[in-house]
């Protein structure tokens, strides 16, 4: 295990990413409202270039006591949408919203001294 | 350009064309036509197919606006395919034209853009002769007028949304007209639009478009193999794209166990729709992925996938498989990866 400097703080400003390679891994780098999220840039379907894919809010569904239901944005900006296929993940957790027994590899990411360090 | 070693033929690509550079090899009053009422004429679908900017194509103009020549040979080199079977975009609704001689001139300047333009056979780029289905004589005559050339794989039949069942004697004249040219047919399947489906109700695209494909091409094969068109036109090949592996073995099983029961409804068969069947082509795109390979396998071998598969990427629509979706198999040999990824359709298509 070793750290790798990958960008600045101020480089990386929430609701931005850096993609940076590290050991040959093509690795996306995440802000989102100020917690950092490393993730693989391997898409668990066809390894498409995920961490590419626009940012979007979780959309999630209730039911309503009429039994009809309303759509809503849970969240904003925290989802991103491999731009292959559609296969969307949770940037925090690196799951996969539809079925969530698929991960997106993560490595954790330090700030020291004002720069940000992936390890793996 | 090869994948792992293998050369790869994708045996259904797509190329999103201008109505304005199709237009000049049409004949008026159609290219007026067409030209200033394009997206009135030719439906297009509803429900957004690549969500909202979920998918994204950045390596192409489409679907944002049309493609150019240049971008096919890109596109190959970024997926790692050799050959490419291609199919003009605005053409997928080609079933729904419901004005004959519109349809006919669609066609033929389709046909005359996509030789003139697009192909070349050098580069390991072709097409096929797309037919006004509805015009089943001149579906005949356009085969006859551009059949032999190099750039021409195949006869594709555009199937959604066609009626009568492409079993029907009705078509007799294109049947013959493609084996007469030494051409073998694509079934090619389409989705249906949220409006026009079926059923009318669905709410997304993804309900209709999971079944329309797969309805189109169970609706096409069960009047082909019943009607008997291998008995009638046996110097023919035929090959089904779009619909994934799956409908394969479940419309075998289902046909013959009907055909055991009522044989006297067919008596122009010589032998069970199954094995029919297993002599026909199937287009390997959108590959279904269980998660236990298992499933996948037998399907494999329910279909006798080694030699009736035949790989297509469908790029550069949303649902797309990579080379990597046969190439990543673990059950599969290398020789049946290569008869999958190439050699089939080499020997189906007239290259």
């Known amino acids: 295990m070793a750290k790798h400097r990958i960008a600045r703080v101020e480089e990386i400003p929430a609701g931005e990413r850096k993609l940076v390679e590290v050991e040959g891994k093509s690795i996306g780098v995440f802000n989102v409202r100020g917690e950092y999220h490393a993730l693989e840039n391997v898409c668990c379907h066809r390894g498409g270039p995920v961490c590419e894919g626009n940012l979007f809010g979780r959309l999630e569904s209730e039911v309503m006591p009429d039994k009809r239901t309303r759509e809503y944005y849970a969240t904003e900006g925290d989802v991103i949408a491999c731009p292959w296929h559609g296969w969307e993940y949770e940037i925090p957790s690196g799951e996969c919203l539809a079925d969530r027994t698929y991960k997106l590899r993560k490595f954790p990411v330090v700030v020291e001294e004002g720069a940000l360090r992936v390890v793996l | ?351």
């Open chain 2, 1 to 351: 350009m090869a994948v792992n070693g293998f050369t790869v033929i994708d045996t259904d690509a797509h190329y999103l064309e201008s109505f304005q550079e199709v237009a000049k090899y049409m004949e008026e009053p159609y290219k007026s036509r067409l030209l200033k009422a394009a997206h009135r004429l030719i439906p297009t679908t509803t429900g957004d197919r690549f969500m909202e900017g979920r998918i994204r194509r950045d390596e192409v103009s489409y679907p944002q606006k049309p493609m150019t020549p240049e971008e096919i040979p890109a596109a190959q080199k970024r997926l790692g395919v050799d050959v490419s079977v291609i199919l003009p975009n605005n053409l997928l609704e080609l079933g729904k034209f419901p004005v004959k001689n519109m349809a006919l001139a669609i066609c033929r300047g389709f046909n005359d853009y996509m030789l003139d333009q697009i192909v070349d056979p050098k580069r390991g780029i072709y097409t096929m002769v797309f037919v006004p289905l509805l015009d089943p004589p001149e579906s005949a005559k356009l085969i006859d007028r551009v059949g032999k050339h190099p750039g021409v794989a195949a006869v594709c039949f555009i199937s959604a949304n066609v009626e009568p069942p492409l079993g029907d004697t009705f078509y007799n004249p294109v049947y013959e007209a493609a084996q007469r040219n030494g051409l073998p047919i694509v079934y090619h399947s389409a989705g249906s639009d949220l409006h026009d489906f079926f059923v009318r109700g669905f709410q997304s695209f993804m309900e209709t478009h999971s079944l329309g494909f797969v309805f189109w091409n169970y609706i096409h094969m069960t009047s082909v193999v019943m009607e008997g068109i291998p008995e009638r036109f046996p110097g023919l090949k035929f090959g089904f794209q779009e619909s994934g592996i799956f409908w394969v073995p479940q419309l075998m099983y289902r046909l013959d166990n009907a055909y055991m029961k009522r044989r006297s409804e067919s008596p122009l068969l010589k032998k069970l729709p199954s094995e029919y069947m297993r002599d026909f082509r199937f287009g390997t795109q959108p590959l279904e992925s269980p998660k236990n390979l298992d499933h996948l396998k037998y399907a494999f071998e329910m279909v006798d996938a080694e030699n009736t598969l035949m790989f297509a990427t469908d790029y550069p629509h949303w649902d797309f498989d990579p080379p990597s979706t046969i190439t990543d198999l673990p059950f599969l040999s290398h020789k049946a990866k290569t008869r999958i990824l190439s050699e089939n359709a080499q020997n189906f298509f007239r290259f």
